[in-house]
């Protein structure tokens, strides 16, 4: 899915132009590939090797188990190519650099300098929590932070967006009958909605439990210290992007829910001092191109700061912002971001437009 959203991206902003592009697949080697400018591409062999290290950058979006199966191998044969990955096997590698070019094009280009050859996205909620509040970690305010998430179904894959919409028309189907009779009442809907999710024909092959009209608050793996590994990457892959030498704890709760393809989250941030409101505002609304400041009123945030307000746009709306009671520096905001654009494709094309102008 991020190799479509990539293309689709690629072509709307002329990517292709100048480039000699060869698809590979892991499993459709020989059939027809993508078509670029009126010309069909065929898929070539992803696993094979000498195909691959021809190539001077290849660009990934296969997942971590196709990059521990190649990236090495590649390496161990002397390719000195650029290695572009949206998965996260290789993020913390001290020769990795990741890539989110609004916030830390420092951190890449010395990346680059020093002759570093692999480049990776982050996590999709820690890129987009980093575009959302990148102008207060630019000046150096956060003292700490915490991200509540509400993650979409496609932060899992294309198998768990086709699950949240069957798991909600198996819900729908369920309960037609009542839904049609005006004069059912909303307990008794509850009632059949529990039925539906409790009975064994419920589909929940990929998420494993109900996500529509329910939430599971745990997302990837359970680290084994209560933390899950989506939440460890918070602290750990949001500082590496920042590349910034005292690190700032990062930490929170992840939590999926039932929208398709953008992230939210609502933030707890403690300044190092007080700040004034609309310095503060400032900073977020004028610290990238994509930000875009909403207004902390009823009407402003239910219209913009929503999965479906956002979804299919590169815009980073934040909002909620305002100073909490436990005192001026605790600062709360809400961020919602399509996590398939600069969750995931974005920073890879534009890691690939960084290398051919340089
Ligand atoms: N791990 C994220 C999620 C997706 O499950 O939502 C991509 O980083």
Known sequence: MVGS????????????????????????????????????????DAHDLEALEALPVLVSCQGSVYTKAVHDKLRARGWSGYFIDAASALRMRDDSVLILDPVNREVIDRGLDRGLKTFCGANCTVSLMLMALQGLFRAGHVEWLSS????AASGGGARHMRELIAQMAAIAGDARDLLDDPATSALALDARVSESLASGEFPTEAFGVPLAASLIPWIDADLGDGQSREEWKSHAEGNKILGSADEVPIDGVCVRVGAMRCHAQAFTIKLRQEVPLDEVRDLIAGANDWVRLIENEREASIANLSPAAVGGSLEVPVGRVRAMRMGPQYLSAFSVGDQLLWGAAEPLRRMLQILRER
Not at 5 to 30: H, K
């Open 5 to 44: 959203v990539l293309m689709q991206r690629m072509r709307a902003c002329g990517d292709f132009a100048g480039l000699e592009p060869t698809f590979f697949s892991t499993s459709a080697a020989g059939s027809r590939g993508p078509t670029v400018d009126g010309h069909s591409f065929e898929l070539q």
């Open 148 to 151: 509540m998430t509400y993650q």
